[in-house]
């Protein structure tokens, strides 16, 4: 894993010498592949040139020493759960992967980190820590898998007492599977991709894929409200939950049962579900599982234009005949995945690439300029994927939408998961870059993708930025009642003294915006530090009393005190 | 940003300004008819093509506000809905544009002629037009010109013709309606028409801001309205009208639209074609019925010499900028937003600071001529001389040497005053005379304004008849005097309230001036709230004319200051006379009730005696813009009370 920038170390985006764009290393459909349309979208999105390269500063700076509670770590020495105060250790979990800490990481910079890291093994681990931690009054921050875009790991500047950071990775284990309820008992420490790969092997899913799931863990899914690609199907975080247990400074938190609904007040799991850490850690997840799917299709859908596009998800949404994922990438996005097209092996497919082309400019007369695509994915018994495909065609036609083939489809979901190896290609030569999401009821779509982006590009000419930045979206989920909507925006800073604080500020105007065209606050991401500010706004003050009274009650001591969310 | 334009409008900072180009020049050079066949290819708002006119309607007609509207209004009167719905198309039909290029076209033929008979030039900021250009791709474009005269909006669409750019769609009044043929032709330019008034109808309503809204928000053409609602008949600016500016705004306040430029056009007329017309309606001489026959009769207009137009169109300004930090968009997001909802109170007082500052960028940017400066010295010399047996007006240099006075006052002022610098100032004086020849008289060396020729004697006429022919005259005469109003108002409100005040304390006089500018906040363009501003600007400007000295908790004239001080008093001194007089009806008359209809006749009835006694010397007071006004300002402090179409007055 790379401490400075996402994922494997052996994967990565690069410029060989020949000026072609090639992803390194054997993990990705993309891998080892060379990207010839990758070099030429790069230096026109962005203006930027293979000549100013800004590599990473390797050396991981003067890390300041620790601040430890002796008593502290005495005591844990003596249960023998494994610990460091290793200057690696603790930067390696300073951080989640927000543009700026990226960026002060890539230029050595270190601010405040934890002061040490604990690998408890199981559950009562995890009870033993906070007991001592509530007694020698150290700070506890729970450490998933670390892939927060939210600021939600880095430590508060002002917290004087020992910091602790709490590394749930070595509880990963499945503890039981009930294959007459469908449900799996699964240690909170677990990565996504492991969680599924184990259930694969009897049979079995979570159907649960965010994008971040090759590194996120099943506790930090909890902990965020996380949401999944294909929770048309399966559900998003809080579907899929049926009992948690959650180690707090007063205790452990969790139901008596597995009941599959419950009317007995409000339901505590939402106290647990989008806390943050702020309450504590949850170590044991019972959750729904599935037998695996039969058939797996993917497809896709070019509209002449974002509207047309808009209305028919909107459409197959009343329809309620969502596939497992229906995403709709806007124009620029679409152009996007295109230079993202690896070198074709043969003439007759980049005969039939040409042909294509033709076909849906000229015959069918879409301007590219405006062109849109959604990429879909169906799952389920062959049969009823066919039938289910047909439908969605169906409706799709009726907005102007054309087949556009599988590939389109693949390509477009392989997307989410090299884009963040694609920011750290853009970092080396002066292009920064984020994403951000929210949820908006459906009539508001279309115009927040419109605002949002307007006002990105308006905030960056406005902030001195000398180049056009690239700010696309796509809507990511539908809803009965609305949609995810997901941006993608980056510049190039040549030229800026401070692009940190201009794609700070610039991110900032982004979110007011979002949220003066009614918009939330966040989908999926989680509020953490970055976006805390607008709180008592999106639930109102009685809402925040209500959330600070929570976690007054529960963690008096302020044990878990990474400031997350109030 | 666009919006430091509009907050720092009143900033004691002097403006730079455009150079301005005449556009009759090539007219006069080339083919009318070629011009008016030229190729046409305007650029239009990120690509969009211009909407036809049945398609606009539609879209109307289909919107999910008017639907919900129809629905209610069905309800509520208990109408079959394919009833209202066809209610709905009708007033839609009454009101719909029809703009075709054809009559542009014609419009640019015959205007072509007809401007170059009047006027000796058509000067247009072509920096302003470029702004312009830039703003109509980038965002939907509100044209907000000032009203002066029936000529303003096809001047206005024969300037954007001219410049090969987008042809506004223009909110016209109903009164046009009357004039059959020319009512079409309107209509056929561009113009939609509008009731003038609709208050609880909400079908019609909706049926017109739907209308506007979907103009606006696809942009398929500029929208153009006039703020003041109506033509001003004083060449004051008027209090702006709030409801389409609502109109406009609520698209971005809602998200419909990323932003919306708001471009403020002031258009200046050296003489206004309508000069007598507008003198004879405020004496309460009734205005001849906007008739076709009516126009035509006006033409022997054209016979004269209307001297040069000025258009200045302004910085465009960005809604959201205006927007910024002042509304909470929020709101909008908790209901759909096609239900009709009051606009809250932070909206309200948004829109409507918003349309001061529109409406003052317009003032700021309004073209002084010489003339303006003679006729506010001519006035002020034909009051102090009234009745007095010493020789009528003023000599030529005295005028000549107390004009370059005013104007250098007034330029430290900001006064967009165009003074050709390279004539001597005699020349500029007798030219400017020479061009308003019908209200001033140049005899023996001597100025004076030409009241005495209005009641020659021999002609039998009462003398309250005499006094209303003046009247005509000087009411003209001030209308020239009130289009430079703007730029010593603050400076003449603080002189003023130093005169008024007890003494020279600066919170005596502060409150002295807050009072004044309470009182005529209907008569002047003044934002509500803006007291302190406007007080410290005055402080500023008369500090740096040397006029005052302002210490930590004093005010006090300078010796040289006393001449400008006393300018300006007597620059205010007809409006507080004027307002004492009403009161003083008010008091004295008016004792009980009195419907609104009998106020003005009654008030001018009282008025003419005061001035015929001698007990009065403004004529100016006969005004009825004035006295409504008055009205209005004692309402609104709740001194008056207005019950069922009564209007009650308090003890004052």
Known sequence: MKWNGWGYSDSRFLFNKKGQAEFTGKRYRLSGMIIPGLKDWFESTFGASLQHKTPPILNSGAVPPPTLNEAFVEELKSTGIPMSHEAEDRVFRSHGHCLHEIFALREGKVGRVPDMVVWPSCHNDVVKIVELACKHNVCVMPYGGGTSVSSALECPPEETRSIVSLDTSQMNRILWIDEKNLTAHVEAGIVGQDLERLLNESGYCTGHEPDSMEFSSLGGWVATRASGMKKNIYGNIEDLVVHVKMVTPRGVLEKSCQGPRMSTGPDVHHFIMGSEGTLGVVTEVTMKIRPMPEYQKYGSVVFPNFEQGVACLREVAKQRCAPASIRLMDNEQFQFGHALKPQVSSIFTSFLDGLKKFYITKFKGFDPSYLCVATLLFEGDREKVLQHEKQVYDIAAKFGGLAAGEDNGQRGYMLTFVIAYLRDLGMDYYVIGESFETSVPWDRVLDICRNVKARIVRECKDKGVQFPPLSTCRVTQTYDAGACVYFYFAFNYRGLSEPVHVYEQVEHAAREEILANGGSLSHHHGVGKLRKEWMPETVSNVGMGMLKSVKDYVDPNNIFGNRNLL | ?652
Not at chain 2, 409 to 422: C, E, M, N, T, V
Not at chain 2, 532 to 545: G, I, M, P
Not at chain 2, 618 to 634: P, R
């Open chain 2, 1 to 652: 940003m666009a919006s430091e334009a509009v907050y720092s409008h009143r900033g004691p900072m002097l403006k730079k300004r455009d150079d301005f180009e005449d556009l009759l020049e090539e007219r006069r050079n080339s083919s009318d008819l070629r011009y008016a066949l030229r190729c046409y290819t305007p650029v239009l708002y990120k690509g969009v093509a211009p909407c036809k006119t049945n398609m606009l309607k539609s879209m109307v007609l289909q919107s999910d506000q008017l639907h919900y509207v129809i629905n209610q209004v069905s309800k509520e009167t208990g109408r079959a809905t394919g009833e209202v719905q066809e209610e709905a198309s009708a007033i839609l039909e009454e009101m719909a544009h029809s703009l075709q290029l054809s009559t542009i076209r014609f419009f640019a033929f015959i205007l072509s002629k007809i401007f170059k008979t009047l006027f000796r030039g058509i000067c247009v900021n072509e920096e302003g037009i470029q702004r312009l250009q830039q703003a109509i791709q980038e965002h939907p474009v509100v044209l907000l010109p000032s009203h002066r005269s029936y000529m303003d909006f096809l001047l206005m669409s024969y300037i954007m013709y001219t410049y090969d750019m987008a042809l506004p769609v223009i909110a016209a009044g109903m009164d046009f309606m009357g004039m059959k043929f020319i009512g079409e032709m309107l209509r056929m330019s561009g113009a939609f028409f509008i009731r003038r008034s609709f208050g609880g109808d909400k079908l019609y309503w909706c049926v017109f801001s739907e209308y506007v809204k979907t103009i606006l928000k696809n942009g398929f053409a500029p929208l153009e309205f006039f703020l003041e609602g109506t033509r001003s008949r004083t060449s004051k600016s008027l209090t702006p009208k709030l409801g389409l500016l609502n109109i406009v705004m609520d698209p971005f306040l809602k998200g419909e639209v990323f932003d919306v430029s708001l471009v403020p056009v002031s258009i200046s007329y050296e003489r206004v074609l309508e000069e007598a017309l507008y003198a004879r309606e405020l004496l309460g001489i009734p205005k001849p019925k906007e008739s076709t026959s009516g126009l035509f009769k006006a033409r022997k207009v054209l016979s004269e010499d209307y001297g040069s137009i000025h258009v200045y169109f302004g910085q465009p300004i960005s809604v959201r900028s205006l927007a910024q930090g002042r509304v909470n968009r929020c709101q909008f997001s908790l209901a759909p937003r096609h239900l009709p909802r009051r606009p809250s109170e932070e909206v309200q007082s948004f829109v409507s600071d918003s349309a001061y500052r529109l409406v003052g960028a317009q003032e700021e940017n309004m073209v002084l001529k010489p003339w303006v400066l003679l006729v506010s010295l001519l006035l002020q010399d034909h009051h102090q001389h009234r009745g007095v047996g010493q020789k009528r007006g003023m000599s030529l240099d005295e005028l000549t040497t107390q004009v370059v006075w005013l104007r250098d006052i007034s330029r430290q002022y900001g006064a967009f005053l165009h003074w050709p610098d390279h004539v001597p100032p005699s020349e500029v004086v007798s030219s400017s005379l020479s061009l308003h020849r019908g209200l001033v008289r140049v005899s023996e060396g001597r100025v004076q304004l030409a009241v005495e020729q209005a009641g020659e004697p021999g002609s039998n006429l009462t003398p309250e008849e005499e006094l209303l022919s003046q009247a005509v005259i000087l009411l003209s005469c001030i209308s020239y005097r009130n289009q430079g109003l703007h730029v010593f108002l603050r400076p003449a409100l603080l002189a003023s309230a130093i005169h008024a005040a007890s003494s020279n304390q600066k919170q005596e006089v502060f409150n002295s001036f807050s009072f004044l500018r309470n009182m005529f906040s209907n008569e002047f363009i003044l934002c509500p709230g803006a007291t302190v501003q406007d007080f410290e600007e005055a402080c500023y400007l008369l500090v740096k004319t040397g006029a005052l000295q302002v210490t930590q908790d004093e005010v006090l004239v300078t010796e040289r200051g006393h001449r400008t001080v006393g300018f300006l008093t007597s620059m205010l001194d007809p409006f507080l006379q004027g307002y004492q007089m009403v009161c003083r009806f008010l008091c004295e008359e008016a004792t009980g009730s009195l419907t609104e209809k009998q106020f003005i006749p009654a008030v001018r009835k009282f008025i003419i005696r005061h001035l015929l006694s001698g007990s009065l010397r403004y004529t100016e007071v006969l005004s009825s813009d004035l006295q409504k006004n008055v009205l209005a300002a004692l309402l609104r402090l709740g001194a008056v009370r207005k019950v069922k179409g009564f209007v009650r007055c308090h003890r004052l």
